[in-house]
């Protein structure tokens, strides 16, 4: 082969060579990051009822288990559906989500984990994300600006009573039973957080700007591990979510020391913080105003005001046993809306106390085992410290007693005295003790028992679905609904409205729950003809009353005579709350009274 022979073919080689290498540089380039597989299963029991369950390598057997991964690997989720209900999964920061699928059913969605952050993946099912179909996805930037192998392990464990009366205690090592430790840890390391619920009542832990949450902790050592990387140099408050625990001692400190060397925040903090705030939920203001549906098996908590124990009469002071129970309950707000009530003896006022002076009471409270919170009570009637609540704080499945003396007469109002005190009055537990004056009351022909409360809901008055508790408005004093006997125009229906007679004497005890609006009492189309002021039966009654105050935590008897058939109305006068369905009915049977009220036959001069 001659030189210039020998030449050609060298030439062609190296363009065959050459084009080999730019082929497989290509091909390089354009194949996916390293794939990182998981599988899920669809659950449907055990706690959370509803939820994922991991299957196969580092997460097998964990519920809701955390997918981590890299920044710019692939990411291949499998989701198989073996229950009788209908599941997906939903990831909203990437953009995919499987379809609905069936029992039997499989899916697998794809996609490149391309911004680093904790995101959530969720079942998308009405109401399934609420009750605990939803985990976390961590990408993590390997090119972060400090390193995060290190571990920082705490445990706390949830204690009743003591100082503060809730708090969280340390367990192990430095914080060891330090109430609220605060707990010290390097920017960049990873805190592995171990809380315990030490009592049997509900309980979580959160911290928002982490994004962190526990989920609700409702038996007793029951335990939750939670771990995140402490991306951001700060103090930050640990705190219990729960209504009103945070507000008595339930919050501590979390400190990150450290500073970010580099120009810029890192991705991850950045991403993460926008995660919780907007897509998660755990921030209190994001998805938290979201309504579930309304409870199909939610039952009425309304007390009938008939439902009066008959007056004592003229006898010697006795000794009684009364017995009472704590009931949390799902009730009937008003058509379509449902709320999670807090009652004694499972309705709303409690039952109704009548006693009369000089009479002796061992009372006995029970809170039902199926209970989230303690609970207690305390009777404005009793002379002693808390009116019975010191003696009453009672957890879920236990019983509590003390024996009081009745001194004084008088119509009193009883409540819950557990903090949050003002949310379990909110909640519907308050009622009246009746304290008859030696001799008795006079009789009369009708008795009535109603009173008046405020619901404080995360939800805006008249939406339909399960309605929360909001806190802050609470606080704010903006009650989206007013209610008698704890429900939206409960007093209206054939069952519930008061029944009377034209000529009937008609005596209402009412008082106020509360817990923080006044009463202005007014029946429309009749005067009261005896008011008896603040609840004193041993002062004379003011006569022929239009409207009467009535605080919260107070009471007031009044009397009257029906004179004119028709339908009346119970208000408070602050008439925007008979927009909120504030109002209830008094029905009058019987013979017109044309000489009272008419309105034929007036004179043609008749008028102003």
Known sequence: MNSTALLSLRRIILVVVLGLLLGLTATAQDAPSDLVEYTLHARISGEPVISYLGAGGDID????????????????????????MTHDLTIDAFAVATPALAQGE??????????????EYYGSMPGYRDIGMVGVLRVIDPAAA?????????????????????????????????????????????????????????????????GVYTGDLLEDEQTVTIEFVADQPGAFKYYCSIPGHQ?????????????????EPSAMADSTEETYTEASGHDHGAASDAVKPAIADAVSIIRNPADVPPPVGDREPQHFRIDMETVEV??????????????????????????RIGDTVDFNLHNRDDSMLPHSIDLHAVTG???????????????????????????????????????????????????????????????????????????????????????????????EYFVFNGAAAGLTTDETAMQTEVGDSVRVFFGVGGPNATSSFHLIGE??????????????????????????????????????????????????RLERGLVAFLYAEGDDAPDIFDSTNLPEDSGH
């Open 61 to 84: 057997g964990q519920i809701n288990p955390e997918l981590v991964i890299d920044l710019g690997q692939t990411v291949r989720i499998t989701l198989i559906n073996d229950v009788d």
């Open 106 to 119: 499989t899916a697998t969605l794809e996609f490149v984990a391309d911004q680093a952050g904790v995101f």
């Open 146 to 210: 400090f390193p995060m192998a290190n571990v920082v392990e705490f445990t706390v464990v949830t204690q009743l009573g003591g100082d503060p009366s809730m708090a969280f205690v340390g367990v192990g090592g430095a914080i060891d039973g330090i109430v609220n430790p605060e707990l010290t840890v390097n920017l960049g390391d990873t805190v592995r957080l171990t809380v315990i619920n030490g009592d049997p009542m509900q309980h979580d832990l959160k911290i928002d700007e982490f």
């Open 247 to 263: 507000q008595i001692g339930m919050e501590g400190v979390l400190r990150v020391v450290g500073e970010i060397t580099v120009g």
């Open 330 to 355: 799902n009730g009937v707000l008003a058509d379509g809306t449902t709320y999670r009530y807090m009652t004694f003896d499972g309705q709303i006022p409690g039952p109704m106390i009548r006693l």
């Open 385 to 479: 410290p808390g009116g019975g609540a010191v003696y009453t704080q009672t957890l879920p499945g236990e019983d509590t007693q003390f024996s009081f003396k009745a001194l004084q007469a008088g119509l009193y109002v009883y409540h819950c005295a557990t903090s949050s005190i003002p949310h379990h009055i909110s909640s519907g537990m308050y009622g009246l003790i009746l304290v008859e004056p030696e001799g008795g009351l006079p009789p009369v022909d009708r008795e009535f028992y109603f009173m008046q409360g405020e619901l404080y809901t995360m939800q805006p008055y008249g939406t339909e679905g399960h309605l929360d508790f909001d806190y802050q408005k609470m606080l704010n004093e903006q009650a």
């Open 527 to 576: 005067i009261f003809d005896r008011v008896y002021d603040q609840a004193s039966l041993t002062a004379a009654p003011l006569t022929d009353v239009q409207t009467t105050l009535v605080p919260p935590g107070g009471a007031v008897m009044v009397e009257f005579t029906m004179d004119v058939p028709g339908r009346y109305l119970f208000v408070d006068h602050a008439l925007s």
